[in-house]
């Protein structure tokens, strides 16, 4: 009986140490990566704007750093960017076509098949049809890639791929970009009363102490001085003007916009915004002073236009405020309009990193 034991011991003994040895080498045999590759990215827009021929897509590949410099401000670092190609997409016919207007595939492929993963942003922006070779500043349309997860690109004031293209609000949130106007003819003689109905501006009325006051309400991220980019003030009144008229260009929504070339000879507020008094351009003779009461079909709005704009007498279609009319009565006289927020509405598209 006690050989029996010294048997049965030994042999348990046995096991354990056969059990020990082999979970070590398993252990020990070392784990290999998945192999992370793909040379194809197929592209999914969802509400990319058709262009018209002086203006163009590209699709980007772009490796991004970021980090930080002695005063602690966020440093973006470029490390490497690649072109899959520039071509045109119809939003009515949903299909991409090249420059030349041949319809093409949805499938871009990389250079000399790179790796799509040596890069980890995917990027679309506005470029110029005349190519310079160099990616625009303006890749608002972009996503991150991370191997594994879907690829979803947003137009984004926000992320971490815009700082060089806008300065962020204090706290990024798109429901807190807000836009307001009134009629008002800040600029004719000193005497705003008269054609009151001839300006647009960029502000709102609020009640102060003595009676309405003007206020700022135009609250956009700011876009930055190499920004390819700008923002544009419109009104639209198809029965009565032969085309949509420009308010004005501004990229910081607090200052004066660039130009105001139709405003009377009196002083007028320092924000975006114009009277329609004078100098009416090419289509305009004999409607000046303008009347900007709607009939239910006349509209003022936002966009945001390439800089350089490659077709400034028309919107770019990109709107980032809209409203949706023009008051039909003069009951705007002391009435502030509140524009609808459309960041949401801008472009985003879906990828999937192919190997082909």
Same mark, same amino acid.
């Given at each position: 009986?006690?050989?029996?034991?010294?048997?049965?011991?030994?042999?348990?003994?046995?096991?354990?140490?056969?059990?020990?040895?082999?979970?070590?080498?398993?252990?020990?045999?070392?784990?290999?990566?998945?192999?992370?590759?793909? $040379?194809?990215?197929?592209?999914?827009?969802?509400? @990319?704007?058709? @262009?018209?021929?002086?203006?163009?897509?590209?699709?980007? @590949?772009?490796?991004?750093?970021?980090?930080?410099?002695?005063?602690?401000?966020?440093?973006?670092?470029?490390?490497?960017?690649?072109?899959?190609?520039?071509?045109?997409?119809?939003?009515?016919?949903?299909?991409?076509?090249?420059?030349?207007?041949?319809?093409?595939?949805?499938?871009?492929?990389?250079?000399?098949?790179?790796?799509?993963?040596?890069?980890?942003?995917?990027?679309?922006?506005?470029?110029?049809?005349?190519?310079?070779?160099?990616?625009?500043?303006?890749?608002?349309?972009?996503?991150?890639?991370?191997?594994?997860?879907?690829?979803?690109?947003?137009?984004?004031?926000?992320?971490?791929?815009?700082?060089?293209?806008?300065?962020?609000?204090?706290? &990024?949130?798109?429901?807190?970009?807000?836009?307001?106007?009134?009629?008002?003819?800040?600029?004719? $003689?000193?005497?705003?009363?008269?054609?009151?109905?001839?300006?647009?501006?960029?502000?709102?009325? %609020?009640?102060?102490?003595?009676?309405?006051?003007?206020?700022?309400?135009?609250?956009?991220?700011?876009?930055?001085?190499?920004?390819?980019?700008?923002?544009?003030?419109? %009104?639209?009144?198809?029965?009565?003007?032969?085309?949509?008229?420009?308010?004005?260009?501004?990229?910081?929504?607090?200052?004066?916009?660039?130009?105001?070339?139709?405003?009377?000879?009196?002083?007028?507020?320092?924000?975006?915004?114009?009277?329609?008094?004078?100098?009416?351009?090419?289509?305009?003779?004999?409607?000046? &002073?303008?009347?900007?009461?709607? $009939?239910?079909?006349?509209?003022?709005?936002?966009?945001?236009?390439?800089?350089?704009?490659?077709?400034? @007498?028309?919107?770019?279609?990109?709107?980032?405020?809209?409203?949706?009319?023009?008051?039909?009565?003069?009951?705007?006289?002391?009435?502030?309009?509140?524009?609808?927020?459309?960041?949401?509405?801008?472009?985003?598209? $879906?990828?999937?990193?192919?190997?082909?």
């Amino acid at each position: 009986m006690k050989n029996k034991k010294t048997i049965f011991v030994a042999l348990v003994i046995c096991t354990l140490c056969l059990t020990v040895i082999w979970s070590c080498g398993k252990d020990d045999i070392p784990v290999i990566p998945p192999h992370i590759f793909g $040379d194809a990215i197929e592209l999914q827009p969802y509400d @990319l704007p058709s @262009l018209n021929a002086n203006i163009c897509y590209e699709l980007w @590949l772009v490796d991004i750093d970021h980090t930080y410099d002695a005063d602690s401000n966020e440093v973006r670092i470029i490390n490497e960017e690649m072109s899959l190609g520039r071509f045109y997409w119809d939003n009515a016919r949903y299909e991409f076509s090249d420059l030349n207007g041949n319809v093409i595939s949805n499938i871009f492929h990389t250079v000399d098949a790179r790796n799509v993963y040596d890069f980890n942003t995917l990027m679309i922006t506005f470029e110029a049809v005349e190519d310079d070779g160099i990616r625009a500043n303006n890749g608002l349309i972009y996503a991150d890639i991370e191997f594994g997860q879907p690829v979803h690109g947003i137009f984004n004031f926000f992320g971490t791929a815009s700082p060089d293209v806008v300065m962020e609000l204090e706290d &990024p949130d798109e429901n807190r970009m807000t836009a307001d106007y009134v009629l008002r003819t800040h600029s004719d $003689d000193g005497n705003p009363d008269t054609d009151i109905a001839s300006g647009i501006w960029f502000h709102s009325f %609020v009640q102060g102490q003595t009676g309405q006051v003007f206020a700022q309400t135009l609250l956009l991220p700011p876009f930055t001085e190499s920004a390819n980019f700008t923002y544009e003030g419109w %009104v639209k009144m198809p029965g009565s003007l032969p085309r949509p008229i420009s308010t004005g260009k501004f990229k910081v929504p607090y200052f004066e916009d660039w130009s105001n070339p139709h405003t009377g000879s009196y002083a007028y507020l320092g924000i975006p915004g114009e009277d329609f008094l004078v100098n009416p351009p090419e289509g305009f003779e004999g409607l000046f &002073p303008l009347v900007l009461i709607g $009939d239910g079909t006349d509209t003022v709005f936002i966009t945001i236009e390439p800089y350089p704009d490659p077709d400034p @007498l028309d919107p770019f279609p990109l709107r980032i405020f809209d409203e949706g009319e023009l008051p039909a009565d003069s009951s705007f006289l002391t009435r502030t309009f509140h524009m609808r927020n459309m960041y949401g509405l801008l472009p985003s598209f $879906d990828a999937e990193v192919l190997e082909l």
